[in-house]
């Protein structure tokens, strides 16, 4: 078990609404990274934040937004939700963005848009 | 997946035998290689890493190979286990990059 944890562990919105998923990233660990994965495929990386700021992202529209808080918890905010945000929401930590390091995953939050 | 794909989605074995699951990536520019594990409503785990500038890595049952010139890699698990059934997918980074690329993962079946 890794020490990320993700709120909720499933949520059911409909179409248009808003939503707002957390992850507690493991202690020490200064990065976090959000991930998509829809069923049946891999991973796929929405954006990075490191030390509050956001470090990279993906290719995902501008209503995927995110925050890092100074304990380095995080939040992913989605706007708008369309039929095919429905997946599985993944949040990882590392020790920092600078070096490769592995990722620590939370068990995420399975979001279902109906 | 983006860069990383791999050759086959399902993989079955006999429990005891040993495993064998591939992968390919297209980014010359990685040179950070990663295996995590996903078993049923968990997230992914790490199971075993190799960075470029080493062919073979290995761990407690898992073997990691890196042929760069191809840009393939493999995990090798030894006298595969029940446990062992899950989805495993290969990822990649490269130093100074931001997001580490997954692939779309192999199911491993362990028939017992």
């Known amino acids: 078990e890794t020490g990320v944890t993700q709120s909720p562990t499933h949520l059911i919105k409909t179409r248009g609404q808003q939503v707002t998923l957390r992850c507690s990233s493991q202690s020490g660990h200064n990065t976090v990274s959000w991930y998509q994965q829809a069923l049946g495929q891999g991973p796929q990386f929405i954006f990075q934040y490191y030390r509050e700021e956001e470090n990279g992202r993906g290719n995902f529209p501008p209503r995927f937004s995110g925050l890092q808080f100074p304990n380095y918890s995080s939040e992913l905010n989605v706007n708008a939700l369309e039929l095919d945000d429905s997946a599985l929401y993944l949040c990882?930590?590392?020790?920092?963005?600078?070096?490769?390091?592995?990722?620590?995953f939370g068990s995420g939050t399975q979001l279902s848009v109906l | 997946g983006e860069n990383v794909g791999l050759h086959l989605p399902t993989l079955s074995v006999q429990e005891g035998d040993n495993s064998i699951i591939n992968c390919a990536y297209s980014?010359?520019?990685?040179?950070?290689f990663i295996w995590y594990k996903q078993e049923s409503g968990k997230g992914p785990q790490f199971i075993i890493d190799i960075r470029s500038n080493m062919d073979k890595r290995q761990g407690q049952r898992v073997t990691v190979l890196l042929n760069k010139t191809v840009k393939h890699l493999s995990l090798q698990i030894a006298a595969t286990q029940p446990g062992d059934s899950a989805v495993y997918f290969c990822?990649?980074?490269?130093?100074?990059?931001?997001?580490?690329?997954f692939g779309a993962g192999t199911r491993l079946f362990v028939k017992a």
């Open positions: 990822a990649e980074k490269s130093t100074g990059g931001f997001k580490t690329i």
């Open positions: 990882a930590s590392s020790p920092t963005a600078t070096t490769n390091e592995k990722l620590f």
């Open positions: 980014n010359s520019a990685s040179d950070y």
